[in-house]
């Protein structure tokens, strides 16, 4: 249904030329043998939902914009990761509301809207020339390790030129650290170190990156307004958010979310004697606790299965202290839950639970 359908041989043939790095997320997953497993679990995924929601996901899913593309597969997995735990509805109609998943609990139904946090255009497209670059070197013969610092990105390399100077300094001046400028914006640097045992270039690139808990409060606190006739009812209404950027982490969510964890130490007695919320996250404003109506927030990372030959979602759960509706969060299969250990009339104690 999907990857035999016409939009998508219309897809693999358009980008038949280019390589991996260079082509749509879902050109990527339609060709590469080692997304079989997903492929099927897709297919079978769509196949149990109503046409309705099927032309919703196939319009998104068979796209070559990665963003419509990428928030349909999230979609798509965080379905079969719920069917395989609850009884689930796509798209329940509650008090005139639509959130993307509805579960049956015990008589209570609980509603998940889902998020997919992205990676960047701009990101995107830096990581695309990166990985033509390491492609490229990885493409040589010859037994070296080499160490790839980028100073800048320009224009995409021009692989030929590029290919030509590399090896002429691993043949002439492989000791010495190369610095590479093209006049296409991109500046280089290699060092090389030589390795008997490799028919071809090792490259190891490693790039620091900023991590901005910030950058989440907007799809949350967009998430949490949403379908305020149900959390107004006292449905139980759960965030689920998908994170692209493989700097973030349930942690970085935790902190958009409640703000950073601050440390009272006593010197004399050399112990912690209370870490608490400094209230800088979404929750607080001045004195008032908003987001009552939000019970908590699930948090997904992909993950890659060599045997299933597919990713899958690796989940967290983050309990909403302030909820005006409760669920047990033991119920949800998660790695870890951020959930209250300890309370008494003045504070609540929260940490991270296996």
């Known amino acids: 249904?999907?990857?035999?359908?016409?939009?998508?041989?219309?897809?693999r043939d358009k980008f038949k030329d280019l390589p991996n790095y260079e082509v749509p997320d879902i050109v990527f997953l339609d060709r590469h043998g080692e997304y079989e497993g997903e492929r099927q679990l897709l297919?079978?995924?769509?196949?149990?939902?109503?046409?309705?929601?099927?032309?919703?996901?196939?319009?998104?899913?068979v796209n070559a914009d990665f963003q419509p593309h990428v928030g349909a597969w999230f979609e798509i997995m965080l379905y079969g990761w719920l069917r395989e735990r609850f009884s689930v509805q796509v798209e329940p109609e509650i008090l005139g509301n639509f959130p993307d998943f509805g579960l049956e609990l015990s008589k209570l139904q609980l509603a998940i809207e889902a998020k997919a946090f992205l990676v960047p255009p701009e990101e995107r497209d830096r990581r695309q020339k990166l990985n033509r670059i390491i492609s490229t070197l990885g493409g040589i013969s010859k037994p070296f390790s080499v160490i790839l610092k980028i100073e800048q990105l320009g224009e995409n390399i021009r692989n030929g030129e590029f290919v030509k100077a590399v090896i002429n300094w691993l043949e002439?001046?492989?000791?010495?650290?190369?610095?590479?400028q093209d006049r296409r914006g991109n500046i280089l640097q290699l060092s090389a170190t030589p390795r008997s045992n490799l028919k071809k270039l090792g490259v190891i690139s490693s790039e620091g990156v900023g991590v901005n808990p910030e950058v989440l409060r907007p799809p949350l606190s967009k998430k949490a307004d949403q379908h305020k006739a149900l959390r107004k009812a006292g449905y139980p209404y759960i965030i689920a958010i998908f994170l692209e950027p493989s700097h973030l982490s349930a942690e970085e969510v935790c902190e958009a979310w409640m703000g950073k964890t601050t440390i009272i130490y006593d010197v004399e007695i050399n112990k912690v004697i209370e870490e608490k919320f400094d209230e800088s996250g979404i929750s607080f404003f001045k004195q008032e606790i908003l987001h009552k109506s939000v019970t908590g927030i699930l948090v997904f990372k992909a993950e890659y299965d060599g045997g299933r030959k597919s990713r899958y979602l690796h989940p967290w759960y983050i309990q909403n202290p302030y909820a005006t509706t409760m669920i047990d969060p033991n119920i949800f299969p998660v790695d870890s839950r951020f959930m209250v250990v300890g309370q008494n009339n003045e504070m609540f104690e929260m940490k991270w639970v296996k």
């Not at 999907?2 to 041989?9: R, V």
């Open 172 to 180: 002439t001046a492989a000791d010495q650290r190369l610095d590479y």
């Open 43 to 61: 297919e079978y995924l769509f196949s149990t939902v109503s046409y309705q929601k099927q032309q919703d996901w196939f319009g998104r899913l």
């Open 1 to 11: 249904m999907i990857f035999d359908s016409t939009q998508m041989k219309i897809l």
